[in-house]
């Protein structure tokens, strides 16, 4: 016969720390053009649609406090929606239609900003290729396939493809797609308090790189650390890369505390994170992303929890399991 766990008392939500104040506290050089282009979008609307603004005022749910910036429409909300709880209702929001595009919205820009000049230049280099001959015709045909290959690449990487979430009770699915790189035993983790299995996912560029829950939870605590761009899969990495630390709290009975690390690669380096602090979002719901070359750690109490994968196991976020706990 099983026996039920001892339930942890419930732990309150921490306020963000000092150094979050984005949900992309790297910053870049795509989130500053962001950045610059939303200016100029309000300035815009402000002076030529007021209507618009006043109608996105009356129609918003709570107020703005603690944003960096004014917030008319949903579209403001990318890089402040966990300094805030305003939003918009479904039916009020005039760009829910962007969650159908299979990309992740978070890497929308970047694919806008890589893609079309990477397009322009490989249709530049395939009408020089027909246009030419000789040696000149082969330089062109080799570099558009280049360029072309980059421009799938980049529009492959900010892919997001919808997922079948598990429903069966107990289960922790993968918080990433990528290779299991380690199922660790650890002796004792200060946020789980007691004993505890680390499993860790190393991402390549060819993985989706969107981040999911891997349970009913509740964001309790986060901390971004700067750190160094090692490669993911480097030993070190774990310990010294940039990350993002998720403390999470399980929203139903024993109320099991686990971690999620967000870990940068050494290409592009940006760790999203849209979390809100108290927020619980179901098994499976998105939660960020990393982008480009990147790691993430689950790191869930030992008591009574069955990994499920193995290493070197090709796993995808939201849809396979990683574990399992007996009651």
């Keep these: 016969m099983s026996v039920a766990p001892i339930a942890h008392p419930r732990m309150p939500a921490e306020p963000l720390p000092e150094n979050i104040r984005s949900t992309q506290p790297g910053g870049g050089f795509c989130y500053s053009l962001e950045m610059a282009w939303g200016r100029w979008r309000r300035w815009y609307l402000r002076t030529f649609w007021p209507g618009y603004v006043r109608r996105m005022a009356a129609a918003r749910i709570g107020e703005p406090a603690g944003c960096p910036h004014e917030i008319v429409d949903s579209r ?21 239609w962007r969650e159908k595009i299979p990309l992740a919205r978070w890497g929308l820009a970047e694919v806008q900003i890589m893609g079309w000049p990477l397009l322009a230049l490989t249709v530049a280099l395939v009408v020089g290729w027909r246009n030419t001959s000789g040696t000149t015709s082969a330089l062109c045909l080799l570099a558009a396939v280049v360029s072309g290959a980059v421009l799938v690449l980049v529009v492959s990487f900010f892919r997001d493809p919808p997922r079948r979430i598990p429903q069966e009770p107990g289960l922790l699915v993968s918080p990433a797609d990528g290779n299991v790189v380690e ?34 939870a509740k964001a309790i605590r986060l901390k971004y650390s700067p750190g160094k761009f090692l490669h993911a899969d480097h030993p070190l990495a774990s310990t010294q890369n940039e990350s993002m630390w998720i ?46 070359g990147s790691r993430t750690e689950l790191i869930v109490p030992a008591e009574g929890f069955e990994p499920q994968v193995r290493l070197g196991q090709w796993i995808k976020a939201g849809r396979d399991v990683v574990g399992k706990y007996s009651s």
């Design 247 to 292: 403390g999470l709290e399980q929203d139903e009975a024993p109320y099991r505390r686990l971690v999620c690390r967000q870990v940068s690669g050494m290409v592009a380096r940006r760790i999203v994170n849209d979390l809100r602090p108290g927020e619980v979002l179901e098994r499976g719901a998105k939660f960020g992303m990393i982008k480009f």
């Design 76 to 96: 403001d909300l990318k890089f402040c929606r966990n300094l805030t709880d305003c939003h918009w209702r479904p039916e009020d929001d005039r760009f829910r």
């Design 183 to 216: 199922v660790a035993q650890l002796a004792h983790d200060e946020f789980v308090g007691g004993p505890a299995v680390r499993i860790a996912i190393f991402l390549t560029l060819f993985n989706v790189h969107v981040n999911r829950m891997p349970c009913r």
